[in-house]
């Protein structure tokens, strides 16, 4: 198959086939037989039956539709009562408060002493010992290791606050920005 | 019309949705049926194809394509997600109803036609769903070259020659016994 071969075939039944192939098709064997097989074929294409869909289809449609449009209101209304509360920290106040956790956490976290001045004894690798003479027993190792945990938290807990700092939360309820539960209240009211 | 009516149900007006499903639902669910193979499925993911038009219809684009061309996109790259996970049973070919569809009054012709649907239907469902989708677009939804690559998102060039490889292949497949 050469290369007009290909292009014939591959646009055969395009209403905009060039001159060029149809005048090939018309002395080539090759793409007579491909075009007389298609020909064929294509009659006998629409012996496969469509279905149709069921007299109801559209019904279906719009009713799943309206079912979940009210549910997607349903919880929107719910997350709007559940937030018509918010708490008002006016935004430096709230960075500031932000940047004094953070360092406060980041002192905790670097200068953070396991044991108390004069408490419990500790080996020299700092960790709690039964005597400086021995070594730490596994039960220490672990509590030892565990006092990570908390830092590692209390480092999250700070980057969770940072978004807060943008958020302008009024303990009051706001006036200009009722909710639909609210707006539909003041209606039947 | 389609694309006045895209434009009332996004101004909020859901009942303009209803004529989008019942213009275009026989497209659709035909489409979905042969690619398919399985009435109920076509017409489950049908359903699903026009829920998801609407939770989409903000990202539709009528600039970029028609709306019907749009819909059949969400409809095909739906039905190749479903094709993936549900091959098996589906692939399990129906259909005993074919047989009931044929309106030819002698029974010797009613027979041959369900014989003739039947072979037609498992040939096209033995085509890999690249191949299928393309053929049963051009070729049963007569769609443009340009269509069928917009709703693939492949360049024309490759639609044409996926539907020649498709066409080789049932021809392949149908031509003796239609000769016969
Ligand atoms: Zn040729």
Redesign the interface.
Known sequence: MNELC?RY??????QEMPQELALHASTCESCKE?AY??E???Q??P????????PD??L???A???E??HRRKSLRDLLAELFSFRVAIPLPVGALACILFIISLLVNLFFWTDNPPGGMNTNQAGHVAVSPDMPTPPTLQAVNQNTYLPRIWNGAGAFLLIPMTDLHIPIVPLENEQSDVSNEKAEKI | MIEDWVEQCRNGQTRSFALIVTALQDKIVEFLYRMTRNREAAEDLGQEVFLRAYRLLDRYDRKKAAFSTWLFTLARNLCLDELRKKRPLWVNLEDAAMAETSSDPDPHLQARDAELEQMIATAVATLDPIFREVFILRDYQHLSFEEVAEITGCPVGTVKSRLHRARLLLQDKLTPALNA
Do not use: Y
């Open positions: 290909q075939q591959e646009s055969f039944g395009d491909f097989r298609q064929i074929m294509q006998a294409l012996s496969w039956k469509s279905a149709t869909p069921s289809f559209a279906s449609v719009m799943r539709l309206a979940n449009q």
